[in-house]
């Protein structure tokens, strides 16, 4: 009834690189392959958990985005602040 979870997995990373041809240089983590790395908070799998850390071509990337800074910036608002049609 399904992938087991490593043909799930190798289905998203090692083998799109084996179709294109590139397998030897991508989509495992071996020495000497280029690697871009997400690391979870869970399973990678499971819809539920979410990257922690992205490291692009051994660079840091951060997980801040304009979507973030707005989800953020409106979480946890005062209604008291806000003009009152936009009050409950």
């Known amino acids: 009834m399904g ?3 490593d043909e799930a997995l190798a289905s998203i990373t090692l083998n799109p690189a084996k179709v294109f041809g590139m397998d030897k240089e991508l989509g495992s ?3 000497g392959k280029r690697a871009d790395v997400v690391v979870w908070d869970g399973d990678p799998l499971e819809l539920m ?3 922690t850390a992205v490291f692009i071509d051994g660079q840091t990337i ?3 985005s304009r ?3 707005l989800r953020d910036r409106y979480l946890n608002l005062d209604e008291s602040t806000l003009p009152v049609g936009y009050r409950r």
Do not use: H
Request: proline share 13%.
């Open 62 to 64: 951060p997980l801040v």
């Open 29 to 31: 983590l071996e020495v």
């Open 49 to 51: 958990s979410a990257p």
């Open 3 to 5: 992938l087991s979870w």
């Open 67 to 69: 979507q973030t800074e």
